[in-house]
């Protein structure tokens, strides 16, 4: 078995609590209000839908949600192509039997944005002096693949625990080291988690999560999955095995 085939079906759990603990401005998502991860686009040229939206958004179990209530959203969001957001949302009107027929025939859906919250996205960066990027360490709680609906990316997702005062002071790096002879190990493809807390005191737990686009070499054909260095805290460093 896959050896993060075990981490999947932790992940709305950990969403939750990831959202609970470090994010104030979330709104009381109440019973009837669901939870999804998701990629932005303001290009719906593969899909027919009716209305026009200034974004939608391509889930990561491959739906594209029409945002109704899209004017209600904040002045300040600008939606951006391949932006990653975790989503609360609610079905737009009563009809539990339209929902359905979205979902088997068409796989679209029209919602009400209850909340968003933006992940940090990034690219994998390579380098050849890797210790310039941050050698503190950090806890990976969860880590997996998600995306690739409707023509979309593949993305890593990363949930990690830092140890921080203030951590928004923190950044974090997926990096290849190009001083390595070959990219691969056992077929894996070998990459590197780094986190830079730049003096920050040790004061309490804090959760965050961040999203890589999986392109190029990573997913050339005959690469098994990733291998990622991480110096944790709990075990020091540590390599995680990701199965495509």
């Known amino acids: 078995m896959k050896k993060i085939s075990n981490l999947i079906f932790l992940i709305s759990a950990a969403t939750l609590l990831l959202t609970m603990n470090s994010c104030s401005k979330w709104l009381d998502p109440g019973d009837e209000t669901k939870v999804t991860w998701g990629t932005i686009t303001t290009d719906t040229h593969q ?6 939206y200034p974004f939608y958004v391509i889930t990561d179990d491959t739906l594209l949600f029409c945002p109704v209530n899209h004017t209600s959203i904040n002045e300040e969001f600008e ?4 932006d990653r957001l975790i989503l609360y949302y609610t079905i737009h009107g009563d009809d539990q039997q339209g929902e359905e027929d979205q979902t088997d025939e068409s796989n679209v859906k029209y919602i ?3 909340q968003m919250h933006l992940v940090d996205t990034e690219d994998f960066i390579y380098t050849d002096q890797p210790d310039t990027l941050g050698t503190d360490r950090v806890e990976p709680q969860y880590l997996w693949f998600a995306g690739g609906g409707f023509g979309s990316k593949r993305y890593l997702n990363l ?3 830092i140890q921080a005062m203030d951590p928004t002071k923190h950044s974090f790096a997926l990096i290849y080291d190009q001083n390595r002879e070959t990219p691969l190990e056992d077929g894996y493809y070998c990459l590197e988690l780094r ?3 730049d003096n920050d005191p040790l004061y309490t737990n804090y959760s965050t999560m961040m999203s890589y686009p999986l392109e190029g070499d990573c997913i050339a054909e005959g690469v098994k ?3 990622i260095k991480v110096n944790t805290i709990n075990q020091g460093l540590k390599d995680f095995t990701l199965d495509y």
Do not use: A, R, T
């Open 195 to 197: 986190h830079e807390s």
């Open 47 to 52: 899909q027919e839908v009716d209305g026009n």
């Open 225 to 227: 999955g990733l291998k």
């Open 159 to 161: 949930q990690v625990s």
């Open 79 to 82: 939606p951006i192509d391949g």
């Open 112 to 114: 009400d944005i209850v």
